[in-house]
């Protein structure tokens, strides 16, 4: 089992700049990528950005040039770095993480967190 605990988010205006964080718990060294989606009201839940445990990062392209995703494999912990957000930014976050155990593959999520941006 993993545990995922988000901090961060809250409301900025367009422009800003927040920070999201995640720590993961648990069954640790089997996870291999962590990442962020986000949903809004309505929509469905979208891929915002992932890291695999050696580095490699993807992005959706609404965020790229925008959003870093960075991992920190000692604290367990992944960070979403979010500049000149926008109001299409707002949605509620959630920490990912994609673990492999015994060839099976299982998904975790934190509780999210809301991003506001205010126009």
């Known amino acids: 089992q993993v545990q995922l605990v988000e901090s961060g988010g809250g409301l900025v205006q367009a422009g800003e700049s927040l920070s999201l964080s995640c720590a993961a718990s648990?069954?640790?060294?089997?996870?291999?990528?962590m990442g962020w989606y986000r949903q809004a009201p309505g929509e469905q839940r979208e891929l915002v950005a992932t890291?695999?445990?050696?580095?490699?990062?993807n992005y959706a392209d609404s965020v790229k040039g925008r959003f870093t995703i960075s991992r920190d494999n000692a604290k367990s912990t992944v960070y979403l770095q979010m500049n000149s957000l926008k109001p299409e930014d707002t949605a509620v976050y959630y920490c990912?993480?994609?673990?492999?155990?015994?060839?099976?593959?299982?998904?975790?999520w934190g509780q999210g967190t809301q991003v506001t941006v205010s126009s």
């Open positions: 890291i695999t445990s050696g580095g490699s990062t």
């Open positions: 648990g069954d640790i060294l089997t996870i291999n990528a």
């Open positions: 990912n993480a994609e673990r492999t155990f015994r060839n099976l593959r299982y998904n975790y």
